[in-house]
């Protein structure tokens, strides 16, 4: 819990392997005591330790840069192009100068003769558990081309169902932004110049006037106050919940419970759950040490912990379908096609169809929410505005029928 509490930053790290070679690399960490434990248990010993600057970052590497990646290096080595050489082409070919750097690292690791999935350990804020242990078990069975096709898939996957859920979300959160700023300048600038207009009127205003310029006196008093409680309000909840555990569990219980939004979430869990542990399973990984990847890929509190309750009864001897059930999270239909896989053997087959079905259902969900929500929107917009606008036109109106 502390170490999630405190703040991590990137520190540049250089020491010895086991056979004496120097090494070097990058990890996202707490403190310099932390980078050096980590290191230690990896059997390197570690000569020199330092924070990178702001000014050493040339670039930010995304998810999305991580899975082009992974797409290029496994055509190459189907295409029977050598692994060093393909990180060559790879790395040089990038248009990210970072992306190129820890490109050119991992070469540099692999050249010295620490496997591909260790080099890839050393950069976990890059690569994580999931990545590693298929990369590792590719290395171990001579299939890595294959494996990193399977892994290249299942990234691709993932980021479209991430890029699904965001925009379902993003025109929604994007047009609350733009309705609050517009209604902010009309409360302070507009509704005054009428109050200033009726100051003159001599006859009493109607109540949805009187209610509409009381809450633009509010507004230019207190607009500071409201944009600043408003901004420390939205950065304290992000702060708050990138760093507390808690934090993260009843807000993941939440969205699992909105109206709409979160039978779309649930869709997009369970197919990141299907998806994870049929590569994995493919890939010939037990499926107690699958499921720990699995968890982490989930991306929801609710089913992190489902998934190690499953992990549990399955190492005591239950089955995956069992096991299923009585974690009460998923589908009927996910339980009876898992049921099928398990009792055919073609369990990996099963889910990939589970995922399959689970992300064209958010495919048709989004689609659906994006039709239904822009009349909506339009509706609430009229509302709000229109509303406004009127309030501060009765006494105009009225003015017109005394004359």
Same mark, same amino acid.
């Given at each position: 819990?502390?170490?999630?509490?405190?703040?991590?930053?990137?520190?540049?790290?250089?020491?010895?392997?086991?056979?004496?070679?120097?090494?070097?690399?990058?990890?996202?960490?707490?403190?310099?005591?932390?980078?050096?434990?980590?290191?230690?248990?990896?059997?390197?010993?570690?000569?020199?330790?330092?924070?990178?600057?702001?000014?050493?970052?040339?670039?930010?590497?995304?998810?999305?840069?991580? /899975?082009?990646?992974?797409?290029?290096?496994? /055509?190459?080595? @189907?295409?029977?192009?050598?692994?060093?050489?393909?990180?060559?082409?790879?790395? @040089?070919?990038?248009?990210?100068?970072?992306?190129? @750097?820890?490109?050119?690292?991992?070469?540099?690791?692999?050249?010295?003769?620490?496997?591909?999935?260790?080099?890839?350990?050393?950069?976990?804020?890059?690569?994580?558990?999931?990545?590693?242990?298929?990369?590792?078990?590719?290395?171990?069975?001579?299939?890595?081309?294959?494996?990193?096709?399977?892994?290249?898939?299942?990234?691709?996957?993932?980021?479209?169902?991430?890029? @699904?859920?965001?925009?379902?979300?993003?025109?929604?959160?994007?047009?609350?932004?733009?309705?609050?700023?517009?209604?902010?300048?009309?409360?302070?600038?507009?509704?005054?110049?009428?109050?200033?207009?009726?100051?003159?009127?001599?006859?009493?205003?109607?109540?949805?006037?009187?209610?509409?310029?009381?809450?633009?006196?509010?507004?230019?008093?207190?607009?500071?106050?409201?944009?600043?409680?408003?901004?420390?309000?939205?950065?304290?909840?992000?702060?708050?919940?990138?760093?507390?555990?808690?934090?993260?569990?009843?807000?993941?219980?939440?969205?699992?419970?909105?109206?709409?939004?979160?039978?779309?979430?649930?869709?997009?869990?369970?197919?990141?759950?299907?998806?994870?542990?049929?590569?994995?399973?493919?890939?010939?990984?037990?499926?107690?040490?699958?499921?720990?990847?699995?968890?982490?890929?989930?991306?929801?509190?609710?089913?992190?912990?489902?998934?190690?309750?499953?992990?549990?009864?399955?190492?005591?001897?239950?089955?995956?379908?069992?096991?299923?059930?009585?974690?009460?999270?998923?589908?009927?239909?996910?339980?009876?096609? /898992?049921?099928?896989?398990?009792?055919?053997?073609?369990?990996?087959?099963?889910?990939?169809?589970?995922?399959?079905?689970?992300?064209?259902?958010?495919?048709?969900?989004?689609?659906?929410?994006?039709?239904?929500?822009?009349?909506?929107?339009?509706?609430?917009?009229?509302?709000?505005?229109?509303?406004?606008?009127?309030?501060?036109?009765?006494?105009?109106?009225?003015?017109?029928?005394?004359?």
């Amino acid at each position: 819990m502390a170490a999630t509490a405190t703040k991590q930053v990137t520190y540049l790290w250089e020491g010895k392997d086991k056979k004496g070679k120097v090494i070097k690399g990058e990890m996202r960490a707490a403190g310099e005591s932390f980078v050096n434990a980590t290191l230690r248990r990896q059997g390197i010993f570690v000569t020199k330790v330092k924070k990178q600057s702001g000014f050493a970052k040339k670039g930010k590497i995304t998810d999305k840069d991580i /899975t082009l990646f992974t797409r290029q290096l496994a /055509t190459m080595m @189907k295409a029977g192009v050598p692994l060093l050489q393909a990180f060559d082409i790879v790395g @040089k070919g990038h248009s990210n100068p970072a992306v190129a @750097k820890l490109l050119g690292d991992i070469k540099a690791d692999v050249e010295t003769g620490s496997s591909l999935s260790t080099s890839f350990r050393k950069y976990p804020l890059y690569f994580d558990n999931l990545f590693c242990n298929l990369v590792g078990a590719g290395e171990q069975a001579g299939i890595l081309d294959t494996l990193l096709d399977r892994l290249a898939t299942y990234k691709e996957k993932i980021q479209a169902i991430k890029g @699904k859920i965001k925009s379902a979300l993003f025109y929604p959160i994007s047009i609350i932004v733009v309705a609050f700023v517009i209604t902010a300048v009309i409360m302070i600038f507009v509704i005054p110049a009428f109050k200033s207009l009726f100051d003159g009127f001599g006859a009493a205003l109607p109540a949805p006037t009187l209610i509409v310029m009381a809450m633009s006196d509010f507004f230019v008093k207190w607009w500071w106050a409201i944009f600043g409680a408003i901004g420390f309000g939205i950065w304290f909840f992000f702060y708050t919940w990138k760093r507390s555990e808690k934090m993260q569990a009843t807000m993941d219980r939440l969205m699992l419970k909105l109206p709409i939004f979160g039978d779309v979430i649930r869709k997009a869990t369970i197919a990141r759950f299907a998806r994870t542990l049929a590569t994995m399973f493919a890939a010939g990984v037990p499926l107690v040490e699958a499921l720990d990847s699995v968890a982490g890929a989930a991306g929801n509190r609710v089913y992190f912990d489902a998934t190690k309750r499953i992990q549990s009864e399955i190492s005591t001897g239950t089955s995956l379908t069992v096991a299923m059930q009585n974690a009460q999270v998923f589908p009927n239909m996910v339980l009876q096609m /898992t049921a099928i896989g398990e009792e055919s053997g073609a369990l990996d087959s099963m889910l990939s169809k589970v995922a399959d079905f689970y992300e064209a259902e958010v495919d048709d969900a989004v689609a659906a929410l994006s039709s239904l929500m822009e009349p909506i929107i339009m509706v609430v917009l009229g509302v709000l505005i229109g509303g406004l606008v009127i309030a501060m036109y009765l006494p105009i109106f009225k003015m017109g029928s005394v004359v």
